[in-house]
């Protein structure tokens, strides 16, 4: 069964810099297109970032673009989220996630929760102001 494990989140300060990591046991990586999502309290999970297969498409939120950028690592069968000037706002649990049925994202860009078919358990990331 794939497993997916998030990690590197933690509690920092407004301006403040994360990077994320999940690493993928077992399964097929390298033909998984990968997602951030994020929930915060009392709100829905939303999407953060997502990357193809291969890395040629990536695609963010609004919030995010330009201070976030997410990579993958094919040999490493891990997914990265770069999180730059952080903002009390991005504080939420950060969940990886994988989409094997769709590994270019053409259907939604991989902006979609029910498009993924494995989730990790998430790793919380607090921004204090």
């Known amino acids: 069964q794939v497993q997916l494990e998030e990690s590197g989140g933690g509690l920092v300060q407004a301006g403040d810099s994360l990077r994320l990591s999940c690493s993928v046991s077992?399964?097929?990586?390298?033909?998984?297109?990968m997602g951030w999502f994020r929930q915060a309290p009392g709100k829905e999970r939303e999407f953060v970032a997502s990357?193809?297969?291969?890395?040629?498409?990536?695609y963010y939120v609004d919030a995010v673009k330009g201070r976030f950028r997410i990579s993958r690592d094919n040999a490493k069968n891990t997914v990265y989220l770069q999180m730059d000037s952080l903002k009390p706002e991005d504080t939420a649990v950060y969940y990886c996630?994988?989409?094997?049925?769709?590994?270019?994202?053409?259907?939604?860009?991989?902006?979609?929760?029910?498009?993924?078919?494995?989730w990790g358990q998430g790793t919380q990331v607090t921004v204090s102001s």
């Open positions: 996630a994988a989409d094997h049925s769709d590994p270019r994202l053409l259907r939604t860009g991989g902006r979609v929760v029910s498009g993924y078919d494995q």
């Open positions: 077992r399964g097929t990586f390298n033909r998984a297109a």
């Open positions: 990357i193809t297969w291969n890395g040629d498409n990536i």
